[in-house]
């Protein structure tokens, strides 16, 4: 099984400025890395897959980055509606799909 | 707009069977594979079971955790897929997702849409 591992657990950042989200696999997952956002009493949505690409209707400041097994997340200009909590997962070994424990993002 | 609505959660004694069911619009439900993925209340995600569509066998996957004790299927006339689940286990507890899976080849891939879930509690 590989083993998706996220930091920090929870985040506090400010409205308007940078985030940035770590996710670490256990092994290489060719870039098969998708993040996702759930909001309180939401399902998650998809914000990026491939490592890097944004989803459908996901807004520009929503950017993902990395390769191999280290990738990262990165919001700039946080707007109320960011604070959420957010999920990388790994696609690259299916169909055992798994998850990082989550980054919860909270205002300061 | 694509939808999944999931139904069918309840509380249940355990060792008892339930069935959840997802009913999708909004797109061609056969040409894709569907998952259910569950959250423990204050917990992470845990993938449980994957489909493939008719055209890449139907053929199914599941989590350690839960083989053996629940079956995916589908009927995609309805355009509907259903998790059903038997000798249930206090930690079975949980919110269930039904989410969209787009293949290539067959391949799974990505999951990019989620329904909200339905709530399933195991008590003893």
């Known amino acids: 099984e590989i083993v998706m591992t996220q930091s920090p657990a929870t985040l506090s950042v400010s409205p308007g400025e940078r985030a940035t989200l770590s996710c670490r696999a256990s092994?290489?997952?060719?870039?098969?890395l998708a993040w996702y956002q759930q909001r309180p009493g939401q399902a998650p949505r998809l914000l990026i897959y491939?490592?890097?690409t944004r989803a459908t209707g996901i807004p520009a400041r929503f950017s993902g980055s990395g390769s191999g097994a280290d990738f990262t997340l990165t919001i700039t200009s946080l707007q109320s509606e960011d604070f959420a909590v957010y999920y990388c997962?790994?696609?690259?070994?299916?169909?055992?799909?798994?998850f990082g424990g989550g980054t919860k993002m909270e205002i300061k | 707009e694509v939808q999944l609505v999931e139904s069918g959660g309840t509380l249940v004694q355990t060792g008892r069977s339930l069935r959840v069911s997802c009913t999708a619009s909004?797109?061609?439900?056969?040409?894709?594979?569907v998952s259910w993925v569950r959250q423990a209340p204050g917990k992470g995600l845990e993938w449980v079971s994957f489909?493939?569509?008719?055209?890449?066998?139907?053929?199914?996957e599941y989590a350690a955790s839960v083989k053996g004790r629940f079956t995916i299927s589908r009927d995609d006339s309805k355009s509907a897929a259903y998790l059903q689940m038997d000798s249930l286990r206090i930690d079975d507890t949980a919110v269930y997702f039904c989410?969209?899976?787009?293949?290539?080849?067959?391949?799974?891939?990505?999951?990019?849409?989620w329904g909200q879930g339905t709530l399933v509690t195991v008590s003893s």
């Open positions: 989410t969209r899976v787009r293949t290539v080849g067959g391949t799974p891939t990505i999951v990019d849409f």
């Open positions: 909004g797109f061609p439900f056969g040409d894709y594979g």
């Open positions: 489909i493939r569509s008719k055209a890449y066998g139907g053929t199914t």
């Open positions: 092994q290489n997952i060719n870039n098969r």
């Open positions: 491939g490592a890097s």
């Open positions: 997962q790994q696609y690259n070994n299916w169909p055992f799909l798994t």
